[in-house]
């Protein structure tokens, strides 16, 4: 898996890397992973959640999506009125979802994916939990982001990100994660629904048992939508593999191949 040759509308909808041969080209003396066993041997995915010394769901390790289907199309499922637009934001999603503004999505310049677009991407990214703080290292675009469960609340005024100021609490077994602070130019899909700056992100993730994790996601933008609204991501343990270096700047041919104006992707 070697630089970007992936489109906008085509990133990471290659098969994933397999797990095995992953490890074998780039390490040895791997020792072998701590998972629960059936009785045949086989890894156990239905084993209960483990924990922290605390108590607390311990999300540690490497997760990602079965496919690019929420990455593709966040609503995915989703009645068609589900996803209430402002005005001017439903004009922009129609003029970007048959593929013809394809060389404006961020993605196709290797700019973030931006939250909460990033889970959905079919690459492994790793959860690192300790008590102050979680991080989650992206494969996909080599990213990567913290979640800050010390009490610190981002300053009204603080530079605009791609991925937004995310802090975390606990909800029974619940990780709630809110974010804010976005500079409005992530795509929540590939199809193209917009972002502003005004944008907030509720995350909540629930690993259900050894190897499945639920994230119930709410979009907040009050500049682009009317109101909230929901969605529920499914995302599984990676077992045999790790995280590789993906730099997607490096021979990254698609851009002059999408549609779209080439001098606002030069932006």
Not at 192 to 200: C, E, I, K, Q
């Amino acid at each position: 898996m070697l630089g970007a040759v992936k489109s906008a509308g085509a990133l990471v909808l290659a098969a994933l890397v397999t797990s095995a041969p992953v490890l074998a080209q780039n390490w040895i003396k791997v020792p072998p992973p701590i998972v629960p066993r059936t009785a045949d041997g086989k890894p156990d995915l239905q084993a209960p959640t483990p924990r922290t010394p605390d108590g607390k769901p311990d999300l540690t390790g490497p997760w990602s999506s079965k496919d690019n289907s929420f990455l593709r199309d966040i609503a995915r499922g989703m009645p068609p009125d589900a996803v209430p637009f402002q005005p001017w934001a439903k004009e922009l999603f129609d003029r970007r979802k048959d593929g013809a503004l394809s060389r404006e999505d961020p993605d196709a310049s290797c700019l973030p994916q931006g939250v909460p677009k990033v889970n959905a991407v079919a690459y492994p990214w790793k959860m690192l939990q300790t008590p102050g703080s979680i991080v989650v290292v992206y494969e996909a675009f080599n990213l990567w982001r913290q979640i800050f469960m010390d009490g610190r609340e981002p300053s009204p005024d603080a530079n605009p990100t791609w991925h937004g100021y995310s802090t975390g609490r606990w909800d029974g077994d619940t990780l709630v994660v809110e974010t804010r602070g976005f500079n409005g130019k992530a795509w929540l899909d590939q199809l193209g629904r917009p972002t502003t700056d005004a944008l907030h992100v509720t995350e909540r993730f629930r690993r259900k048992d050894f190897g499945h994790m639920e994230i119930q996601i709410t979009i907040d933008d009050p500049k682009a939508y009317t109101r909230p609204w929901s969605l529920t991501e499914d995302v599984g343990l990676v077992l045999g593999t790790d995280l590789m270096e993906f730099i997607c700047n490096e021979n990254n041919r698609d851009l002059e191949h999408l549609p779209g104006d080439t001098t606002r992707s030069r932006r």
